[in-house]
């Protein structure tokens, strides 16, 4: 059972970066998909969410800039991020989660800078 974050690096401000999130060992379509993010001396926050049928949320920092969305025939969960700002640097986790059960991924790192 695992989830496999990928696409992160550096990129400018202004740039475009989509990460992945590659789940494998359990029913990906059965449970909701979350991209957090924690930055250096920072809490972990969540940045977007889409549920089982593809309600999305997003957090007022990131509305209008970033996109989740899922393709349960990869097994896969996407975070397309337009207009990264400095303060977009952060490492990113992805989460599945279905009812108590909560499974995140390792974290990929993400620096926004010139």
């Known amino acids: 059972v695992q989830l496999v974050e990928s696409g992160g690096g550096l990129v400018q401000p202004g740039g475009s970066l989509r990460l992945s999130c590659a789940a494998s060992g359990f029913a990906f379509s059965m449970y909701a998909m979350n991209w957090y993010r924690q930055a250096p001396g920072k809490e972990r926050e969540l940045v977007a969410g889409?549920?089982?049928?593809?309600?999305?949320n997003y957090a007022d920092s990131v509305k209008g800039r970033f996109t989740i969305s899922r393709d349960n025939a990869k097994n896969t969960a996407y975070l397309q991020r337009n207009t990264l700002k400095p303060d977009d640097t952060a490492v990113y986790y992805c989460n599945a989660v279905l009812l108590r059960l909560v499974k995140w991924g390792q974290g990929t790192q993400v620096t926004v800078s010139s």
């Open positions: 889409i549920t089982t049928v593809g309600t999305t």
